[in-house]
């Protein structure tokens, strides 16, 4: 799981909220702040807001998670595909999963304005379902349950591969409105399948 890519990569050009044990910082979904952003307040205009609480301090009654994005992406060479699992971890991030919401991602357009990326591209969810939701928690935690999360369906937004981003390490990028961000670092890159995996911290939240 990736914490903080921004002060990672300022000791060595620069780490935004996911050093080499953290992942990239980012002001949104996907935002940078001078070095590699980390994941804070959630997805950009174009990815669905989870509008997680910005207070420090948690409601009256409140237990606080960590919202992360799960990813396994396939590059076949032309188009992207794969799928997030947007959870929520129990006991600041450090318990188990109390919130799964799991949906597809596929590739609309190919992106040439990500410098240095092995790909990028314009991306759209589908398929959206909740697949665990104790406690009610992922309305809460997530910003959907059951009964919303068909809203997910349609929701544009971007993702790309840098594999050796300012001489630090293997990154995943996102457009947040200004431009591709690295948002986290990258678990497990296979050149010969073309998979991807990542875990991006999407910031604490509270359910």
Known sequence: MLVNLGAALVGCGGDTGESPSDPPSSTTDDSTTGDPPAPTDGPPT????????????????????????????????????????????????????????????????????????????????????????????????????????????????????????VGHKEVLMSDLGSGFQAVSYVELWDAASGTLTYDWDDGVVFY
């Open 46 to 165: 174009t990815v669905p807001p989870t509008d997680p609480p910005t207070d420090t301090d948690p409601p009256s009654g409140a237990r606080s998670g960590l919202l992360v994005r799960f990813g396994t992406l396939v590059y076949d060479g032309a188009a992207l595909s794969g799928e997030e699992r947007l959870t929520v971890l129990g006991d600041s991030g450090y318990g188990a999963a109390v919130c799964e919401i799991r949906y597809d991602i596929t590739s609309t357009l190919s992106r040439s304005d990500c410098p240095g990326c092995i790909w990028a591209f314009d991306v759209v969810y589908g398929g959206a379902e909740v697949v665990l939701d104790l406690d009610a928690s992922c309305l809460t935690g997530a910003g959907y349950d059951a009964s919303t999360v068909a809203a997910l369906n349609g929701v544009a937004s971007s993702r790309a591969f840098h594999p050796d981003y």
